[in-house]
Antibody, heavy 122, light 109 residues
Framework: EVQLVESGGGVVQPGRSLRLSCVAS????????MYWVRQAPGKGPEWVSS????????AYAGSVKGRFTISRDNAKNSLYLQMNSLRIEDTALYYC???????????????WGQGTLVTVSS | SYELTQSPSVSVSPGQTARITCSGD??????VYWYQQKSGQAPILVIY???KRPSGIPERFSGSSSGTVATLTVSGAQVEDEADYYC????????????FGGGTKLTVL
């Protein structure tokens, strides 16, 4: 059974940093691209970032580029999102998602975690 | 920036067919994925690569794509199909960024 468990969310002031983690199990982690997707309260999902199976290719949404960094550790079956210079508009539930294939460039995702809540507030 | 457009709402009676559309300029070259999200739950994949149905998804869910429009069809919609549905695809840039449609609220009553 595929499981994705996110952690690291919390309440943080604008301009501060937070690091999210996602631990995966139930599939060959190093055979799949991985994603971060967020959903603000009452809104639809928003794609945040993608990383391919080996971490060499990465993409970011324009709204987070230069502030967020995605990474993965295949030895630990883990995905990360380093979030710097946080803004109030980054407040959302952050989901980790498993890619259907090794690359993200023409693919989507089939499993989502339950999410970790990030609240940016002064 | 690239956008996928969905109509905000669709309403059908139980047993009727619901069609939810998603339009985007790159869809002739890019796959569409459809996600169902019920209140308070994480989304689940109901259609991938335009037309494929994951195991465990009822056969009444089907997908199609023609030109710049992809369609999710729920044939014989059930009350339990009431949810928000989102299409997802990737843009045609070198970034290969992802994008979601704005979502369609399917009401079955």
């Amino acid at each position: 059974e595929v499981q994705l468990v996110e952690s690291g969310g919390g309440v943080v002031q604008p301009g501060r940093s937070l690091r999210l983690s996602c631990v995966a199990s139930g599939f060959s982690f190093d055979d799949h691209a991985m994603y971060w997707v967020r959903q603000a309260p009452g809104k639809g999902p928003e794609w945040v970032s993608s990383v391919d199976w080996n971490g060499w290719s990465i993409a970011y949404a324009g709204s987070v580029k230069g502030r967020f960094t995605i990474s993965r550790d295949n030895a630990k079956n883990s995905l990360y999102l380093q979030m710097n210079s946080l803004r109030i508009e980054d407040t959302a539930l952050y989901y980790c998602a498993k890619g259907l294939g090794r690359a993200y460039d023409a693919s989507g995702f089939d499993y989502w975690g339950q999410g970790t809540l990030v609240t940016v507030s002064s | 920036s690239y956008e996928l457009t969905q109509s905000p709402s669709v309403s059908v009676s139980p047993g009727q067919t619901a069609r939810i559309t998603c339009s985007g300029d790159a869809l002739p070259k890019k796959y569409v994925y459809w996600y169902q999200q019920k209140s308070g739950q994480a989304p689940i994949l109901v259609i991938y690569e335009d037309i494929k149905r994951p195991s465990g998804i009822p056969e009444r869910f089907s997908g199609s794509s023609s030109g710049t429009v992809a369609t999710l069809t729920v044939s014989g919609a059930q009350v339990e199909d009431e949810a928000d549905y989102y299409c997802y695809s990737t843009d045609d840039s070198d970034n290969h960024g992802g994008v979601f449609g704005g979502g369609t609220k399917l009401t079955v009553l």
